[in-house]
């Protein structure tokens, strides 16, 4: 057989056989002096190993041909199975003969030129077997390796014969038990006849898994049977399923967060075969939380601790309250502030968390803030403080380092009242139980003494409307100087100042009256007042007006006799009305030529000392004087009367 290309560097050529050879054999000869010779051979596909001899013909003698594996195929989506190469030019320079011992359908025969252009060779000496058919007998086997369905063609001395294939059951279903294939092929001619064959496959199951049980876990964690290690060593190529049944029937609805123990079913499935095994899962149930108690910081200490309680301490009881770290003692010591998820290991499982806070150290309160004390008056005899920058939230309580005093309240600011004469400090402790220190010292001075009076002796002038009273106030403290105010007859007099001698201040130059509210002032401190009374020397009694003797028609003034006059000693007698006066000895006189009117009298003393008035004595006007009759004339007396009349 002659093969030629022309113009195409490769040129390749494919024999097929209707049906496999075996014992193969043909030579291939280069014609053209091309760059490489190749030849493969196939049996469905698979590629059989060929054996290769060189030949030797006419031409240099140094022609050569080699057989090798390649590894860059010349045809493009194909791999080269053995390369011829020359290197020789000039017609049948050289050649191969090749043997392919093993059945084979088809053979490719692949050139490629060096000169790009054309690819000529021979093939001759073609030769082969064909090989008896063998008719599927019956065979066990197992369900990975089932045979597959040959095609059997038939033969008839009359007419072609028609072969009929079928197979029961018609689709394998893999099992977990041995099954039966009933293979039958049925040829039948145009007249008919036919001839059967059957082929019985016992197909046994095979195992498909090898199972590790997950390790036991505590509650809640759940155990993951997908996980690669609990099919370790299975086979491949397998589709897993995982059921709560050993039919395999009932999915497992969650196989990779199974939370309940017990056994399971896993169950691996190829196109032909399937495999159930069991899986044992153990989660051991998860301890019940701990029983904790804290102790907290303190103003003095920054931590805390926190003690579990229940379940006790025991061989194999760990205790953490991180999650972390595990210790023999239920005691955690030294803890800062935080949550935390206590937690004990039992020896088999991690218990169930209990939260805890550990709460912040308490903060120590700043020292209060005094201000300028409120010293004592002469009214109180303590002193107060306003402080400020206390805790403004809670309820604080402070403290008085003069006697230990307290006070508690609220808000920001306060007033300490009642402090006693002295060194004061505060110091202030809040809500949490954290004092301060004490603040600046607050000192409050000794309260001023008040003056006392403790008497008022007065000395009275020693004539009427005299200057020269007084009055002593006594009690006083010596050498101090006081304020004295007064008032006399109830109006306010013009202050004095004094500074006491022998415990007493004297005011003098008084004139007789009633002196009231007499109060002695030291710096801002001013005494209970007092009072006192000056009068002149005894005043005489008022004078005793008699009746009064009125005017006549021949006086016109009136008269009045005056007794009870002073005894002793010279008096003056003032009328008040016209201020005439009368001087005199003894108890009584008589004082003329009053006119007529009110009259009261007051008589002084030879101590110039005057009495009240006296009553009041009224004159009244003088009678009238009546003019002259006039004298009409006269009846004269007559005969029968001897006395005349007059008209007047």
């Excluded at 018609?170 to 008919?192: L, N």
């Excluded at 997950?214 to 809640?220: L, T």
């Excluded at 395999?248 to 196109?271: F, H, Q, R």
């Excluded at 005489?540 to 008699?546: E, F, G, K, L, R």
Aim: hydrophobic residues 35%; aromatic residues 4%; contains cysteine.
């Amino acid at each position: 057989m002659f093969i030629k290309n022309t113009g195409d560097p490769i040129r390749s050529y494919t024999f097929n056989f209707d049906q496999s050879v075996s014992n193969l054999k043909f030579s291939l000869f280069d014609i053209d002096g091309i760059t490489s010779l190749e030849a493969r051979a196939y049996n469905n596909g698979t590629l059989q190993p060929i054996t290769l001899t060189s030949l030797k013909t006419a031409g240099p003698t140094n022609t050569s041909a080699s057989a090798s594996p390649s590894t860059t195929p010349t045809i493009t989506g194909v791999t080269a199975a053995y390369t011829v190469t020359t290197g020789i030019t000039g017609v049948r320079t050289a050649g191969i003969n090749v043997d392919v011992p093993n059945p084979v359908n088809s053979f490719v025969l692949a050139s490629t030129s060096r000169f790009n252009g054309d690819t000529d060779f021979y093939v001759s000496q073609i030769s082969y077997n064909y090989i008896a058919p063998v008719l599927p007998a019956d065979v066990t086997v197992t369900c990975d390796n089932i045979p597959a369905p040959v095609v059997l063609t038939s033969t008839d001395n009359c007419s072609t014969a028609n072969v009929v294939y079928t197979q029961t059951p018609a689709v394998f279903v893999p099992s977990t038990t041995t099954q039966t294939i009933t293979r039958t092929w049925v040829a039948t001619d145009a007249q008919g006849n036919t001839t059967t064959h059957t082929q019985i496959i016992t197909v046994n199951p095979t195992t498909l898994l090898t199972i590790t049980n997950p390790a036991a876990v505590c509650a809640p964690a759940t155990v993951n049977l997908t996980a690669a290690a609990v099919t370790a060593g299975s086979a491949s190529g397998s589709t897993l399923s995982y059921h709560t049944d050993a039919a395999g029937t009932i999915a497992l609805a969650n196989p990779n967060a199974v939370a309940t123990s017990g056994t399971y079913y896993i169950k691996a499935t190829t196109a032909t075969c399937v495999d159930i095994k069991p899986v044992v899962v153990t989660i051991n149930a998860q301890p019940i939380a701990a029983t904790v108690t804290a102790v907290q910081p303190t103003c003095a200490v920054a931590t805390g601790s926190i003690t579990v309680t229940a379940p006790a301490e025991a061989v194999g009881i760990t205790y953490s309250i991180d999650g972390v770290t595990y210790q023999a003692s239920s005691v955690f010591n030294n803890v800062n502030p935080g949550t935390y998820q206590v937690t004990y290991n039992n020896g088999t499982c991690i218990s169930a968390t209990s939260p805890i806070t550990i709460n912040a150290q308490p903060a120590t309160p700043p020292a209060p803030i005094a201000a300028a004390p409120t010293q004592p008056t002469c009214a109180t005899a303590t002193g107060s403080v306003a402080l400020s920058g206390l805790p403004a939230t809670g309820t604080w309580t402070i403290t008085d380092s003069n006697g230990g005093g307290t006070t508690t309240g609220t808000g920001t600011t306060t007033t300490i009242n009642g402090l006693a004469t002295g060194s004061h400090t505060f110091t202030v402790t809040n809500s949490a139980g954290c004092t301060s220190v004490a603040s600046a010292t607050v000192t409050i001075n000794a309260q001023p003494a008040t003056p006392v009076i403790s008497s008022a002796t007065p000395t009275n002038p020693t004539t009427c409307s005299g200057s020269n009273g007084s009055i002593v106030l006594n009690g006083l403290t010596t050498g101090t100087s006081y304020t004295i105010n007064y008032s006399k007859n109830g109006t306010p007099q013009t202050a004095v100042v004094q500074t006491a001698v022998s415990n007493a201040v004297t005011l003098t130059g008084l004139t007789a009256g009633a002196y009231t509210n007499i109060t002695a002032t030291s710096g801002a401190c001013t005494s209970a007042p007092v009072s006192a009374n000056l009068s002149d020397p005894s005043a005489p009694s008022a004078p005793i007006a008699a009746a009064p003797i009125q005017p006549t028609c021949a006086l016109a003034t009136g008269s009045v006799a005056l007794s009870g006059l002073p005894a002793t000693g010279t008096w003056t007698i003032t009328n008040s009305n016209g201020g005439g006066t009368t001087t005199g000895t003894g108890t009584t006189t008589t004082i003329n030529g009053l006119v007529t009117g009110s009259h009261t009298f007051t008589v002084t003393n030879a101590a110039g000392c005057t009495s009240v008035a006296s009553a009041t004595v009224t004159i009244n006007a003088q009678p009238a004087t009546p003019s002259a009759p006039i004298a009409a004339a006269p009846t004269q007396p007559t005969c029968a009367t001897a006395t005349g009349s007059v008209a007047l």
